[in-house]
């Protein structure tokens, strides 16, 4: 259990109430009389008797109608043809220009790998030659040694 402060025990809590102040009206407010209004029709209620015996009472709502179609104007068979193939033909257009577009980034890249194809081959063969030419590790051989060793004339 925890325990309170003993400085805080309920009975030497203060409680402050806060009573709201009522807002004074600057202008009286005159009441006007409410006028009954007869509405146009009154709408029939309609009840239903439900499958499990409640009874369900409402008003019945005409369904919305929907506007009235405006008649289109008519249009000609050559007009849309005539869009279509301008349509297509701005779509072939743009496929070509994709195409050539796409066939020379694809030669740039072909060529771009070639050249450092190049480089790293090169780069090796001049390593191979211009490197240093002592045989520690590397692939010279004394024939007459390796002759003498495989003949066991060890010297």
Known sequence: ML???PAHTPAER???VHHPTPIQPVAPIVATPLMPVRP????????ILLPDGRVVTGYAIDAAK?????????????AVNVALGGIGFGAVCGGL???TTFIAALA???QQ??????VIFGGFIA????GPRHSDGGTVVNIRKAIFKRNHFHG
């Not at 146009?40 to 009840?47: H, L, R, T």
């Not at 929907?66 to 050559?78: L, N």
């Open 40 to 47: 146009g029709a009154v709408p029939a209620v309609a009840s």
């Open 97 to 99: 220009l994709l195409l």
């Open 3 to 5: 325990s309170e402060h």
């Open 108 to 110: 740039a890249l072909i």
């Open 66 to 78: 929907p506007e009235p179609v405006t008649a289109k104007p008519p249009v000609s068979r050559m």
């Open 127 to 130: 390593v191979q030659v211009l």
């Open 113 to 118: 790998l070639i050249i450092l194809a190049a």
């Open 14 to 16: 203060a409680v402050d």
